[in-house]
């Protein structure tokens, strides 16, 4: 064997690591699914949007909430027998309104109980779909956020705002069709919030959480933390499940040359360190 065949058989393999290492990912994600529905008579769906390296190259990608996504877990709720739970694990920064509603909806008509478990984060789209569940299980360092709607990089409210408070002869057309837009858009929201919502307190609480999370009080990328969610009122809980940690473990981020956290992964515990110290006594 040659050296030029050496570097085209190293070439090759360096080129099928990416998506080896992807392979060995979603089969030990299957089992954990697999062992998680086991041990809790559900049917665990997962919406991950995390940062992985997908292709042969390494690129990174980052995604959020498509139609895709909202295809995929319809189907999987459709294929769930109506008295069987839905467990949804939600890490998303969001995405669009149209299949986060979608998803929203769909969980909202299971008949069978309904958990969203939130490790770390679940913004904007993902907070509309947390709504939805019966409960939410949130990391004590888990945050939620807004659901106001969002024109491109301006918020809905501020748009409306400044045709609140600008004259009309001084608002260009642009500004003008933006702020009628952002109008229909904030009843919209609403409305959709109020119908998530409806069974789940009574009116008059259900119009309060629709305007509190839909009309602008807070700025988009808001943490909602565990303390301030049981304060609005929302079903939420922190007693997370070991096993959505280690899930979480398989969806890395891309490896960085020079990483930028640094710890031992192994547990730390009390004993230990008293542990140690007994022993340093003695000598």
């Known amino acids: 064997m040659t050296g030029f065949d050496i570097f085209w058989i190293f070439f090759i393999l360096m080129t099928l690591q990416p998506l080896m290492r992807q392979r060995f990912l979603e089969a030990a994600r299957q089992r954990m699914i697999e062992k998680i529905e086991k041990k809790r008579n559900s049917r665990v769906i997962l919406l991950v949007h995390r940062q992985e390296t997908m292709s ?29 739970p839905i467990d949804l694990v939600l890490h998303t920064p969001g995405g669009l309104v149209l299949a986060a509603l979608q998803i929203a909806k769909a969980l909202k008509r299971h008949k069978a109980k309904t958990t969203v478990f939130v490790p770390h984060y679940a913004m904007s789209g993902g907070t509309l779909i947390a709504l939805a569940a019966d409960e939410i299980v949130m990391d004590e360092h888990a945050v939620l956020g807004p659901v106001d709607p969002q024109l491109g990089q ?130």
């Open 56 to 84: 042969f190259f390494g690129f990174p990608v980052m995604r959020y909430i498509d139609v895709n996504d909202s295809e995929q877990v319809i189907r999987a709720i459709h294929m769930t027998d109506p008295d069987v």
């Open 154 to 283: 301006y918020p809905a409210a501020s748009i409306v705002k400044v045709k609140q408070e600008k004259p009309v002869e001084k608002i260009d057309d642009q500004t003008l069709i933006l702020a009628d837009v952002s109008e229909k858009a904030l009843k919209q929201m609403k409305e959709q919030l109020k119908e998530l919502l409806s069974d789940k307190y009574p009116a008059n609480k259900v119009e309060e959480l629709a305007e509190i999370m839909s009309q602008g009080r807070w700025t988009h990328d808001y943490p909602i933390t565990f303390e301030e969610a049981k304060k609005l009122g929302l079903p939420v809980r922190t007693d997370m499940p070991a096993e959505i940690y280690q899930l979480m473990n398989l969806f890395p981020q891309p490896v960085r040359y020079q990483p930028s956290v640094l710890y031992d992964p192994s547990p730390k515990r009390a004993s230990e360190n008293k542990m140690e110290s007994l022993v340093k006594s003695l000598k």
